[in-house]
Protein backbone atom coordinates (compact mmCIF):
# COMPACT_ATOMS: atom_id res chain seq x y z
CA UNK A 1 0.00 0.00 0.00
CA UNK A 2 1.60 3.24 -1.37
CA UNK A 3 0.26 5.87 0.90
CA UNK A 4 -0.59 9.83 -0.51
CA UNK A 5 1.09 10.92 2.69
CA UNK A 6 2.91 10.51 6.36
CA UNK A 7 2.63 13.19 8.82
CA UNK A 8 4.97 12.79 11.60
CA UNK A 9 4.47 14.37 14.67
CA UNK A 10 0.73 15.33 16.54
CA UNK A 11 1.75 18.83 17.82
CA UNK A 12 -0.29 21.80 16.56
CA UNK A 13 1.45 21.53 12.75
CA UNK A 14 0.62 17.91 13.11
CA UNK A 15 -2.85 18.43 13.76
CA UNK A 16 -3.47 21.13 11.25
CA UNK A 17 -1.99 19.14 8.72
CA UNK A 18 -3.71 16.20 9.48
CA UNK A 19 -7.11 17.91 9.36
CA UNK A 20 -6.29 19.77 6.22
CA UNK A 21 -5.20 16.14 4.05
CA UNK A 22 -8.92 14.67 5.73
CA UNK A 23 -11.13 16.96 4.45
CA UNK A 24 -8.70 16.80 1.27
CA UNK A 25 -9.63 13.57 1.11
CA UNK A 26 -6.01 12.18 0.99
CA UNK A 27 -5.21 8.51 2.09
CA UNK A 28 -2.75 9.19 4.86
CA UNK A 29 -1.32 8.06 8.40
CA UNK A 30 -0.49 10.22 10.87
CA UNK A 31 2.47 9.05 13.94
CA UNK A 32 3.12 10.54 17.09
CA UNK A 33 2.61 10.28 21.08
CA UNK A 34 -0.47 11.28 20.48
CA UNK A 35 -2.02 13.71 23.13
CA UNK A 36 -0.93 16.60 21.23
CA UNK A 37 2.45 17.36 22.60
CA UNK A 38 4.03 17.47 25.97
CA UNK A 39 5.55 21.19 25.50
CA UNK A 40 1.76 22.49 24.39
CA UNK A 41 0.47 20.59 27.89
CA UNK A 42 2.86 22.51 29.85
CA UNK A 43 2.01 25.68 29.25
CA UNK A 44 0.39 27.42 31.52
CA UNK A 45 -1.43 30.13 30.08
CA UNK A 46 -1.95 31.12 26.41
CA UNK A 47 -2.97 34.68 25.70
CA UNK A 48 -2.21 34.53 21.65
CA UNK A 49 -3.67 31.59 20.09
CA UNK A 50 -6.49 33.61 18.06
CA UNK A 51 -10.21 32.89 18.89
CA UNK A 52 -9.25 31.19 21.91
CA UNK A 53 -8.15 33.71 24.50
CA UNK A 54 -6.89 32.67 27.61
CA UNK A 55 -6.70 29.24 27.79
CA UNK A 56 -3.97 26.70 29.16
CA UNK A 57 -1.85 24.37 27.75
CA UNK A 58 -3.95 21.51 28.68
CA UNK A 59 -7.25 23.02 27.47
CA UNK A 60 -5.13 24.07 23.51
CA UNK A 61 -3.92 20.60 23.58
CA UNK A 62 -7.64 19.24 24.23
CA UNK A 63 -9.18 21.28 21.83
CA UNK A 64 -6.73 20.18 19.35
CA UNK A 65 -7.04 16.34 19.83
CA UNK A 66 -10.91 16.28 19.94
CA UNK A 67 -11.19 18.50 16.98
CA UNK A 68 -9.27 15.79 14.97
CA UNK A 69 -10.95 13.14 16.92
CA UNK A 70 -14.13 15.07 15.67
CA UNK A 71 -13.30 14.54 12.11
CA UNK A 72 -12.77 10.53 12.96
CA UNK A 73 -8.57 10.91 12.86
CA UNK A 74 -6.40 9.89 15.55
CA UNK A 75 -2.51 9.27 15.42
CA UNK A 76 -0.51 6.02 15.82
CA UNK A 77 1.66 5.64 18.45
CA UNK A 78 4.89 3.89 17.08
CA UNK A 79 7.49 6.40 17.05
CA UNK A 80 8.90 6.93 13.69
CA UNK A 81 12.94 5.98 13.79
CA UNK A 82 13.68 6.05 9.78
CA UNK A 83 12.67 7.43 6.57
CA UNK A 84 14.08 6.21 3.51
CA UNK A 85 14.13 8.24 -0.05
CA UNK A 86 13.50 5.47 -2.75
CA UNK A 87 13.40 7.75 -5.32
CA UNK A 88 9.58 9.54 -5.95
CA UNK A 89 8.57 7.74 -2.66
CA UNK A 90 9.62 6.87 0.89
CA UNK A 91 9.95 4.61 3.27
CA UNK A 92 9.03 5.16 7.30
CA UNK A 93 9.96 2.86 9.53
CA UNK A 94 7.51 3.02 12.84
CA UNK A 95 7.96 0.51 15.72
CA UNK A 96 8.41 -2.87 13.64
CA UNK A 97 6.75 -1.59 10.41
CA UNK A 98 7.39 0.45 7.57
CA UNK A 99 5.26 2.06 5.59
CA UNK A 100 5.42 3.61 2.31
CA UNK A 101 3.92 7.14 0.82
CA UNK A 102 4.21 9.59 -1.77
CA UNK A 103 4.87 12.50 0.32
CA UNK A 104 5.94 13.37 4.16
CA UNK A 105 5.20 16.14 6.37
CA UNK A 106 7.31 16.36 9.08
CA UNK A 107 6.18 18.37 12.26
CA UNK A 108 8.74 16.79 14.66
CA UNK A 109 9.75 19.80 17.12
CA UNK A 110 12.88 20.86 18.48
CA UNK A 111 15.27 18.60 19.79
CA UNK A 112 16.51 20.50 22.52
CA UNK A 113 19.03 17.25 22.87
CA UNK A 114 22.08 17.64 20.75
CA UNK A 115 22.98 13.64 19.37
CA UNK A 116 25.26 12.14 21.42
CA UNK A 117 28.95 12.12 19.60
CA UNK A 118 28.85 8.93 17.28
CA UNK A 119 25.02 8.60 17.35
CA UNK A 120 24.93 9.46 13.48
CA UNK A 121 27.89 7.59 12.43
CA UNK A 122 26.81 4.27 13.94
CA UNK A 123 23.55 4.68 13.61
CA UNK A 124 22.12 0.73 12.20
CA UNK A 125 26.01 -0.41 13.03
CA UNK A 126 24.61 -0.50 16.89
CA UNK A 127 22.79 2.45 18.05
CA UNK A 128 19.49 1.74 17.69
CA UNK A 129 16.19 3.97 18.27
CA UNK A 130 13.94 1.20 18.57
CA UNK A 131 13.60 -1.76 21.76
CA UNK A 132 11.02 -3.40 19.93
CA UNK A 133 12.66 -3.50 16.24
CA UNK A 134 15.97 -4.25 17.19
CA UNK A 135 16.40 -5.42 21.23
CA UNK A 136 15.98 -9.38 19.58
CA UNK A 137 19.57 -8.87 17.86
CA UNK A 138 21.32 -7.98 21.67
CA UNK A 139 20.31 -11.24 23.16
CA UNK A 140 22.83 -12.50 25.95
CA UNK A 141 24.52 -9.30 25.31
CA UNK A 142 25.92 -5.84 26.97
CA UNK A 143 23.89 -2.88 26.34
CA UNK A 144 24.06 0.38 26.90
CA UNK A 145 20.37 2.01 27.26
CA UNK A 146 19.96 5.69 27.03
CA UNK A 147 16.90 6.93 28.33
CA UNK A 148 15.42 10.36 28.42
CA UNK A 149 11.45 10.00 29.30
CA UNK A 150 9.63 7.79 31.76
CA UNK A 151 7.53 6.74 28.45
CA UNK A 152 10.32 4.45 27.29
CA UNK A 153 10.71 2.38 30.65
CA UNK A 154 8.91 -0.65 29.91
CA UNK A 155 11.62 -0.50 26.64
CA UNK A 156 14.35 -0.81 29.03
CA UNK A 157 12.82 -3.31 30.89
CA UNK A 158 12.04 -5.46 27.57
CA UNK A 159 15.87 -4.70 26.53
CA UNK A 160 16.79 -5.68 30.02
CA UNK A 161 14.96 -8.88 29.56
CA UNK A 162 16.72 -9.74 26.79
CA UNK A 163 20.25 -8.64 27.06
CA UNK A 164 23.00 -10.53 29.02
CA UNK A 165 23.88 -6.58 30.86
CA UNK A 166 22.98 -3.02 30.73
CA UNK A 167 24.48 -0.06 31.64
CA UNK A 168 21.44 2.17 32.42
CA UNK A 169 21.56 5.69 31.53
CA UNK A 170 18.08 7.54 32.80
CA UNK A 171 18.30 10.95 32.21
CA UNK A 172 15.90 12.19 34.61
CA UNK A 173 15.13 11.90 38.24
CA UNK A 174 12.83 8.99 39.64
CA UNK A 175 13.73 6.31 37.06
CA UNK A 176 11.30 3.22 38.05
CA UNK A 177 13.79 0.62 35.92
CA UNK A 178 15.54 -2.02 38.23
CA UNK A 179 16.76 -5.41 37.31
CA UNK A 180 19.74 -7.87 38.74
CA UNK A 181 21.35 -7.08 35.14
CA UNK A 182 21.15 -3.76 35.39
CA UNK A 183 23.87 -1.44 36.09
CA UNK A 184 22.82 2.15 36.59
CA UNK A 185 24.91 4.75 35.66
CA UNK A 186 24.19 8.74 36.04
CA UNK A 187 26.03 10.57 33.56
CA UNK A 188 25.64 11.42 29.81
CA UNK A 189 27.90 9.86 27.59
CA UNK A 190 30.79 11.79 25.91
CA UNK A 191 30.85 9.38 22.88
CA UNK A 192 29.82 6.12 21.43
CA UNK A 193 32.68 4.64 19.87
CA UNK A 194 33.86 1.77 17.72
CA UNK A 195 35.42 0.17 13.89
CA UNK A 196 32.71 -1.48 11.89
CA UNK A 197 30.34 -1.72 14.76
CA UNK A 198 29.95 0.11 18.36
CA UNK A 199 32.40 -1.25 20.86
CA UNK A 200 32.16 1.14 23.70
CA UNK A 201 30.70 4.00 25.46
CA UNK A 202 33.08 6.61 26.55
CA UNK A 203 32.76 9.10 29.60
CA UNK A 204 34.55 11.49 31.21
CA UNK A 205 36.16 8.99 33.45
CA UNK A 206 36.59 5.84 31.85
CA UNK A 207 34.77 3.68 29.28
CA UNK A 208 32.10 0.68 29.35
CA UNK A 209 32.31 -2.24 26.12
CA UNK A 210 28.97 -2.75 24.62
CA UNK A 211 27.87 -4.41 21.96
CA UNK A 212 24.86 -1.88 21.13
CA UNK A 213 23.39 1.29 22.42
CA UNK A 214 19.54 1.97 22.40
CA UNK A 215 18.95 5.97 22.68
CA UNK A 216 14.90 6.09 23.75
CA UNK A 217 13.52 9.27 23.59
CA UNK A 218 10.47 10.60 21.61
CA UNK A 219 12.00 12.64 18.83
CA UNK A 220 15.14 12.02 16.79
CA UNK A 221 16.96 15.21 15.33
CA UNK A 222 15.58 15.77 11.54
CA UNK A 223 18.69 15.22 10.25
CA UNK A 224 19.08 12.11 11.32
CA UNK A 225 15.74 10.40 10.54
CA UNK A 226 15.95 11.53 6.51
CA UNK A 227 19.69 11.54 5.61
CA UNK A 228 19.85 14.60 2.91
CA UNK A 229 17.32 16.94 4.45
CA UNK A 230 18.90 20.34 3.80
CA UNK A 231 19.07 21.32 7.80
CA UNK A 232 20.50 24.78 9.48
CA UNK A 233 21.53 25.01 13.30
CA UNK A 234 19.22 22.42 13.94
CA UNK A 235 16.04 23.32 12.33
CA UNK A 236 14.52 21.59 8.72
CA UNK A 237 15.24 24.88 6.06
CA UNK A 238 12.15 25.19 3.89
CA UNK A 239 10.32 27.87 1.45
CA UNK A 240 6.77 29.80 1.97
CA UNK A 241 5.68 26.71 0.99
CA UNK A 242 6.68 24.81 3.57
CA UNK A 243 8.73 22.76 1.24
CA UNK A 244 12.28 20.86 2.21
CA UNK A 245 15.24 20.57 -0.29
CA UNK A 246 13.85 16.55 -0.95
CA UNK A 247 10.69 16.13 -3.35
CA UNK A 248 7.55 15.62 -1.86
CA UNK A 249 8.93 16.02 1.96
CA UNK A 250 7.15 19.00 4.13
CA UNK A 251 8.18 20.32 7.28
CA UNK A 252 5.78 22.38 9.27
CA UNK A 253 5.89 24.01 13.22
CA UNK A 254 8.47 24.67 15.46
CA UNK A 255 10.85 21.97 13.48
CA UNK A 256 11.23 24.50 10.81
CA UNK A 257 12.46 27.62 12.84
CA UNK A 258 11.66 30.70 15.33
CA UNK A 259 8.74 31.98 16.62
CA UNK A 260 8.22 29.27 18.94
CA UNK A 261 4.15 29.76 18.46
CA UNK A 262 0.85 27.87 18.49
CA UNK A 263 -0.32 30.02 15.85
CA UNK A 264 3.01 29.69 13.48
CA UNK A 265 2.55 25.86 13.74
CA UNK A 266 -1.25 25.46 12.53
CA UNK A 267 -0.59 27.72 9.56
CA UNK A 268 2.37 26.07 8.38
CA UNK A 269 0.63 22.54 8.85
CA UNK A 270 -2.11 24.32 7.02
CA UNK A 271 0.58 25.64 4.10
CA UNK A 272 2.57 22.35 4.21
CA UNK A 273 -0.64 19.78 4.02
CA UNK A 274 -1.99 22.33 1.00
CA UNK A 275 2.00 22.12 -0.96
CA UNK A 276 1.96 17.98 -0.88
CA UNK A 277 -1.57 17.99 -2.41
CA UNK A 278 -0.79 20.10 -4.51
CA UNK A 279 2.55 18.20 -5.15
CA UNK A 280 0.23 14.94 -5.60
CA UNK A 281 -1.74 16.52 -8.21
CA UNK A 282 1.78 17.55 -10.09
CA UNK A 283 2.30 14.24 -9.69
CA UNK A 284 0.11 12.42 -10.44
CA UNK A 285 0.99 9.14 -12.43
CA UNK B 1 4.04 60.56 18.46
CA UNK B 2 6.02 58.00 16.73
CA UNK B 3 4.57 54.75 17.18
CA UNK B 4 6.05 51.06 16.97
CA UNK B 5 4.04 49.71 14.82
CA UNK B 6 0.82 50.13 12.38
CA UNK B 7 -1.43 47.25 11.66
CA UNK B 8 -3.49 47.42 8.73
CA UNK B 9 -6.22 44.98 8.42
CA UNK B 10 -8.59 43.55 10.89
CA UNK B 11 -8.94 39.81 9.33
CA UNK B 12 -7.50 36.75 10.97
CA UNK B 13 -3.52 38.12 10.39
CA UNK B 14 -4.50 41.38 11.41
CA UNK B 15 -5.89 40.19 14.88
CA UNK B 16 -2.82 37.70 15.45
CA UNK B 17 -0.74 40.43 14.62
CA UNK B 18 -2.54 42.38 17.63
CA UNK B 19 -2.75 40.10 19.63
CA UNK B 20 0.70 39.96 20.16
CA UNK B 21 1.79 43.03 20.01
CA UNK B 22 -0.33 43.88 22.78
CA UNK B 23 1.19 41.41 24.62
CA UNK B 24 4.72 42.35 23.95
CA UNK B 25 3.55 45.77 25.15
CA UNK B 26 4.46 48.18 21.82
CA UNK B 27 2.85 51.03 20.85
CA UNK B 28 0.35 50.75 18.02
CA UNK B 29 -2.43 51.24 15.76
CA UNK B 30 -4.61 48.97 14.37
CA UNK B 31 -6.37 49.76 11.36
CA UNK B 32 -9.43 48.02 9.54
CA UNK B 33 -13.11 47.86 9.17
CA UNK B 34 -13.41 46.39 12.42
CA UNK B 35 -15.66 42.65 12.85
CA UNK B 36 -12.72 40.56 11.51
CA UNK B 37 -13.19 40.28 7.77
CA UNK B 38 -16.44 40.37 5.55
CA UNK B 39 -14.50 37.48 3.53
CA UNK B 40 -14.29 35.60 7.18
CA UNK B 41 -17.86 36.23 7.91
CA UNK B 42 -19.29 34.79 4.39
CA UNK B 43 -17.92 31.53 5.00
CA UNK B 44 -20.53 28.90 6.22
CA UNK B 45 -18.55 26.28 7.55
CA UNK B 46 -15.09 26.13 8.48
CA UNK B 47 -13.39 22.81 9.61
CA UNK B 48 -10.22 23.57 9.89
CA UNK B 49 -9.27 26.21 12.01
CA UNK B 50 -7.19 23.93 14.95
CA UNK B 51 -9.38 23.93 17.96
CA UNK B 52 -12.67 25.28 16.73
CA UNK B 53 -14.14 22.46 14.90
CA UNK B 54 -17.28 23.14 12.58
CA UNK B 55 -17.64 26.89 13.37
CA UNK B 56 -19.39 29.31 10.88
CA UNK B 57 -17.30 31.96 9.32
CA UNK B 58 -19.54 34.82 11.88
CA UNK B 59 -18.64 32.47 14.83
CA UNK B 60 -14.79 32.40 14.21
CA UNK B 61 -15.23 36.23 13.58
CA UNK B 62 -16.58 37.19 16.66
CA UNK B 63 -14.18 34.69 18.54
CA UNK B 64 -11.72 36.74 17.45
CA UNK B 65 -13.09 40.23 17.74
CA UNK B 66 -13.93 39.30 21.39
CA UNK B 67 -10.31 37.82 21.87
CA UNK B 68 -8.97 41.55 20.79
CA UNK B 69 -11.64 43.18 22.87
CA UNK B 70 -11.00 41.23 25.86
CA UNK B 71 -7.58 42.25 25.71
CA UNK B 72 -8.61 46.02 25.15
CA UNK B 73 -7.47 46.31 21.88
CA UNK B 74 -9.67 47.44 19.16
CA UNK B 75 -9.21 48.68 15.70
CA UNK B 76 -10.00 52.39 14.30
CA UNK B 77 -12.57 52.10 11.58
CA UNK B 78 -10.80 55.18 9.56
CA UNK B 79 -9.26 53.78 6.27
CA UNK B 80 -5.71 53.98 5.00
CA UNK B 81 -5.66 55.61 1.85
CA UNK B 82 -1.75 56.02 1.83
CA UNK B 83 1.87 54.82 3.29
CA UNK B 84 5.06 57.40 2.74
CA UNK B 85 8.31 55.86 3.53
CA UNK B 86 10.28 58.58 5.31
CA UNK B 87 13.28 56.55 5.70
CA UNK B 88 13.47 55.08 8.75
CA UNK B 89 9.89 55.42 9.51
CA UNK B 90 6.72 55.62 7.78
CA UNK B 91 3.47 57.77 7.53
CA UNK B 92 0.17 56.38 7.19
CA UNK B 93 -2.66 58.06 6.31
CA UNK B 94 -6.08 57.27 7.14
CA UNK B 95 -8.92 59.33 7.10
CA UNK B 96 -7.76 63.36 7.54
CA UNK B 97 -5.34 62.43 9.78
CA UNK B 98 -1.77 61.13 9.26
CA UNK B 99 0.36 58.94 11.68
CA UNK B 100 3.87 58.00 11.69
CA UNK B 101 5.09 54.41 12.78
CA UNK B 102 8.66 52.52 12.83
CA UNK B 103 7.17 49.58 11.03
CA UNK B 104 4.24 48.49 9.11
CA UNK B 105 2.41 45.34 9.16
CA UNK B 106 0.30 45.35 6.12
CA UNK B 107 -2.56 42.53 6.26
CA UNK B 108 -4.19 43.66 4.21
CA UNK B 109 -6.07 40.52 2.44
CA UNK B 110 -6.95 39.91 -1.37
CA UNK B 111 -8.08 42.70 -3.44
CA UNK B 112 -10.01 40.81 -6.37
CA UNK B 113 -10.59 44.22 -8.19
CA UNK B 114 -7.57 45.30 -10.52
CA UNK B 115 -6.75 48.80 -10.47
CA UNK B 116 -8.39 50.62 -12.96
CA UNK B 117 -6.26 52.44 -16.05
CA UNK B 118 -4.77 55.20 -15.47
CA UNK B 119 -5.55 54.99 -11.22
CA UNK B 120 -2.04 54.42 -10.07
CA UNK B 121 -0.48 57.33 -12.69
CA UNK B 122 -3.08 60.12 -11.39
CA UNK B 123 -3.22 59.16 -7.75
CA UNK B 124 -2.76 62.27 -5.91
CA UNK B 125 -3.50 64.37 -9.58
CA UNK B 126 -6.99 63.94 -9.85
CA UNK B 127 -7.45 60.61 -8.39
CA UNK B 128 -8.71 60.21 -4.63
CA UNK B 129 -9.69 57.20 -2.20
CA UNK B 130 -10.79 59.38 0.15
CA UNK B 131 -13.90 61.74 0.24
CA UNK B 132 -13.46 63.32 3.39
CA UNK B 133 -9.56 63.88 2.89
CA UNK B 134 -10.15 65.57 -0.79
CA UNK B 135 -13.67 66.31 -1.44
CA UNK B 136 -13.50 69.76 -0.79
CA UNK B 137 -11.13 70.90 -4.06
CA UNK B 138 -14.04 70.00 -6.20
CA UNK B 139 -16.52 72.06 -4.80
CA UNK B 140 -18.94 72.99 -7.98
CA UNK B 141 -16.74 71.26 -9.92
CA UNK B 142 -17.74 67.70 -12.07
CA UNK B 143 -16.22 64.91 -10.49
CA UNK B 144 -16.15 60.37 -11.21
CA UNK B 145 -17.54 58.40 -7.92
CA UNK B 146 -16.58 54.49 -8.78
CA UNK B 147 -18.61 53.35 -5.73
CA UNK B 148 -17.13 49.47 -4.35
CA UNK B 149 -19.41 48.91 -1.37
CA UNK B 150 -22.44 50.26 -0.01
CA UNK B 151 -20.59 50.94 2.79
CA UNK B 152 -18.74 53.78 0.90
CA UNK B 153 -22.33 55.72 -0.20
CA UNK B 154 -22.38 58.19 2.42
CA UNK B 155 -19.17 59.06 1.48
CA UNK B 156 -20.89 59.31 -2.64
CA UNK B 157 -23.48 61.72 -1.32
CA UNK B 158 -20.98 63.95 0.86
CA UNK B 159 -19.40 64.29 -2.64
CA UNK B 160 -22.49 65.35 -4.77
CA UNK B 161 -23.44 67.73 -1.69
CA UNK B 162 -19.94 69.65 -2.65
CA UNK B 163 -19.22 68.81 -6.48
CA UNK B 164 -21.31 70.71 -9.35
CA UNK B 165 -22.08 67.43 -11.10
CA UNK B 166 -21.43 63.87 -10.05
CA UNK B 167 -20.97 60.78 -12.70
CA UNK B 168 -21.47 57.97 -10.38
CA UNK B 169 -20.57 54.09 -11.31
CA UNK B 170 -21.37 51.55 -8.76
CA UNK B 171 -20.04 48.43 -9.08
CA UNK B 172 -22.79 46.58 -7.09
CA UNK B 173 -26.35 46.27 -7.48
CA UNK B 174 -29.15 48.59 -5.09
CA UNK B 175 -26.95 51.42 -4.83
CA UNK B 176 -29.16 53.41 -2.90
CA UNK B 177 -27.61 56.63 -3.73
CA UNK B 178 -29.52 59.66 -5.51
CA UNK B 179 -29.18 63.42 -6.05
CA UNK B 180 -30.39 66.08 -8.67
CA UNK B 181 -26.88 66.40 -9.87
CA UNK B 182 -26.07 62.78 -10.10
CA UNK B 183 -25.85 60.94 -13.73
CA UNK B 184 -25.96 57.43 -12.98
CA UNK B 185 -23.43 55.69 -15.31
CA UNK B 186 -23.95 51.93 -15.03
CA UNK B 187 -20.62 50.55 -16.38
CA UNK B 188 -16.98 50.08 -15.44
CA UNK B 189 -14.29 53.36 -17.27
CA UNK B 190 -11.88 51.42 -19.23
CA UNK B 191 -9.15 54.45 -18.28
CA UNK B 192 -8.66 57.20 -16.59
CA UNK B 193 -7.06 59.74 -18.71
CA UNK B 194 -5.58 63.49 -18.57
CA UNK B 195 -2.44 65.70 -18.78
CA UNK B 196 -0.98 66.86 -15.47
CA UNK B 197 -4.31 66.13 -13.96
CA UNK B 198 -7.18 63.82 -14.51
CA UNK B 199 -9.52 65.32 -17.48
CA UNK B 200 -11.50 62.58 -18.61
CA UNK B 201 -12.87 58.83 -18.17
CA UNK B 202 -12.65 56.69 -20.98
CA UNK B 203 -15.38 54.59 -21.59
CA UNK B 204 -16.17 51.52 -24.40
CA UNK B 205 -18.75 54.00 -26.23
CA UNK B 206 -17.45 57.18 -24.96
CA UNK B 207 -16.04 60.00 -22.67
CA UNK B 208 -16.70 62.01 -19.94
CA UNK B 209 -15.39 65.23 -19.30
CA UNK B 210 -14.00 65.15 -15.28
CA UNK B 211 -11.87 67.11 -12.75
CA UNK B 212 -11.30 64.21 -10.49
CA UNK B 213 -12.54 60.71 -9.94
CA UNK B 214 -12.81 58.98 -6.64
CA UNK B 215 -12.06 55.37 -6.24
CA UNK B 216 -14.27 54.37 -2.91
CA UNK B 217 -13.36 50.73 -2.19
CA UNK B 218 -12.27 48.96 1.07
CA UNK B 219 -8.43 47.84 -0.14
CA UNK B 220 -6.55 49.68 -2.20
CA UNK B 221 -4.01 47.01 -3.88
CA UNK B 222 -0.82 47.51 -2.06
CA UNK B 223 1.54 48.22 -4.30
CA UNK B 224 -0.87 51.78 -4.99
CA UNK B 225 -0.79 51.96 -1.28
CA UNK B 226 2.55 51.83 -0.44
CA UNK B 227 5.08 52.77 -2.96
CA UNK B 228 8.50 50.46 -3.68
CA UNK B 229 6.52 47.50 -1.88
CA UNK B 230 7.51 44.34 -3.92
CA UNK B 231 4.86 42.58 -5.55
CA UNK B 232 4.30 39.26 -7.83
CA UNK B 233 0.57 38.64 -9.02
CA UNK B 234 -0.90 40.59 -6.85
CA UNK B 235 0.26 39.32 -3.98
CA UNK B 236 3.33 40.98 -1.38
CA UNK B 237 6.55 39.11 -1.41
CA UNK B 238 7.73 38.19 1.43
CA UNK B 239 10.32 36.03 2.66
CA UNK B 240 9.42 32.95 6.00
CA UNK B 241 9.70 35.94 8.36
CA UNK B 242 7.37 37.85 7.35
CA UNK B 243 9.28 40.18 5.83
CA UNK B 244 8.99 42.82 2.86
CA UNK B 245 11.62 44.49 0.57
CA UNK B 246 11.23 47.33 2.55
CA UNK B 247 12.92 47.30 5.92
CA UNK B 248 10.29 47.70 8.91
CA UNK B 249 7.62 46.77 6.88
CA UNK B 250 5.86 43.00 7.19
CA UNK B 251 2.95 41.56 5.45
CA UNK B 252 0.67 38.18 6.82
CA UNK B 253 -2.30 36.72 5.71
CA UNK B 254 -3.94 36.34 1.84
CA UNK B 255 -1.97 39.75 1.06
CA UNK B 256 0.90 37.67 0.91
CA UNK B 257 -0.48 34.59 -1.31
CA UNK B 258 -2.22 31.04 -1.14
CA UNK B 259 -2.88 29.15 0.48
CA UNK B 260 -5.92 31.68 1.47
CA UNK B 261 -6.58 29.78 4.63
CA UNK B 262 -7.35 31.14 8.04
CA UNK B 263 -4.66 29.02 9.96
CA UNK B 264 -2.28 30.28 7.90
CA UNK B 265 -3.56 34.29 8.32
CA UNK B 266 -3.12 33.61 11.80
CA UNK B 267 0.70 31.59 11.63
CA UNK B 268 1.42 34.48 9.40
CA UNK B 269 0.10 37.59 11.81
CA UNK B 270 2.23 36.11 14.91
CA UNK B 271 5.17 35.66 12.83
CA UNK B 272 5.01 39.06 11.37
CA UNK B 273 4.47 40.65 15.39
CA UNK B 274 7.67 38.71 16.37
CA UNK B 275 9.76 39.75 13.03
CA UNK B 276 8.85 43.74 13.50
CA UNK B 277 9.32 43.22 17.56
CA UNK B 278 12.84 42.12 16.43
CA UNK B 279 13.05 44.50 13.55
CA UNK B 280 12.55 47.70 16.90
CA UNK B 281 14.87 45.80 19.12
CA UNK B 282 17.66 46.18 16.36
CA UNK B 283 16.71 49.74 15.38
CA UNK B 284 16.91 50.56 18.94
CA UNK B 285 18.17 54.52 19.21
Not at 98 to 107: P, V
Not at 155 to 176: D, Q, T, W
Not at 177 to 187: A, D, F, R, T, Y
Request: aromatic share 8%.
Amino acid sequence: MLYDSIIIGTGPAGVSAALNLKILDKNFLWFGSGASSKKVEAAELIRNYPGLPDISGVELSSALVSHAKSMGIEPRHEIVTAIYDLGGRYAVTAGTDTFESKTIILCTGVTTAKPIGGEEQFLGRGVSYCATCDGFLYKGKTIGVILFDKAFEHEAEYLASLAGKVYLMPMYKGCGVSSENIEVVMKMPKEIAGGMKVQKLIFADGEREVDGVFILRSSVSPSILLRGLNTDGGHIVVDRQCRTNLAGVFAAGDCTGRPYQYAKSVGEGNVAAHAAVDYLAEHRE
